[in-house]
Structures are given as structure tokens and as C-alpha cells.
């Protein structure tokens, strides 16, 4: 045991003992485990995406029951969409298509 107590005394002797372990249990605390500095990093940018998402998806359930409530309601829109998306026609109409290249 004197032979340790020699070498620390020779070169760690301007350490002191409570600050060695201190900063040990520090660097192993935010090294090791669920609670790395890596992890919590890794883990708020999950976060951070996940509540953009969250936000684009509302804005576009915002956007898209607006349409719908007004589809509901406007009879003209509802035929202006049909024609649009669905290319309805009444009977005594002719539509033409052109694909431009």
C-alpha cells in the first residue's frame, strides 16, 4: 500500500482526493447510461422534429377542414371542385384536355 501512496504522492500528490473522485463521478455520469450528454442531445433532436411534424400536420388538418366545411356549404364550390379534381361535366358539355411537354 506504501508503494501507492508513493506514487500518487509523487505524481498526483497536487490533486486532492475529494476533487479526483469528483470529477471521476462527474465524467461518468454525463458519459455512461440513458443520461449521456450524447443521448439527451440525440433525444431533443428527436424531440425537435417530432414537434415540427406535429405543427405541419396541424396546419394541413386546418387547411383541409377549411376546404371541407366549405364544400359543404357552397354548392358552386363543390361543382368548381368537381370539375377541377375529378373532371365532371355536365350533359351538354365537351371537355379537351391539352398536355403541354
Do not use: C, P
Not at 422534429?49 to 396541424?58: R, S, V
Amino acid at each position: 500500500m506504501s508503494r501507492f501512496k508513493d506514487f500518487y504522492n509523487k505524481n498526483f500528490g497536487w490533486i486532492n482526493a475529494y476533487w479526483l473522485v469528483f470529477f471521476i463521478f462527474v465524467i461518468l455520469t454525463f458519459s455512461v447510461g440513458d443520461s449521456s450528454l450524447y443521448k439527451r442531445y440525440t433525444y431533443n433532436e428527436k424531440i425537435r422534429t417530432l414537434e415540427n411534424e406535429i405543427d405541419h400536420y396541424e396546419n394541413d388538418i386546418q387547411v383541409n377542414s377549411k376546404k371541407l366545411h366549405d364544400l359543404h356549404t357552397d354548392k358552386d364550390g363543390l361543382e368548381r371542385f368537381a370539375r377541377e379534381e375529378y373532371f365532371m361535366k355536365r350533359d351538354s358539355e365537351d371537355i379537351f384536355l391539352i398536355k403541354e411537354k
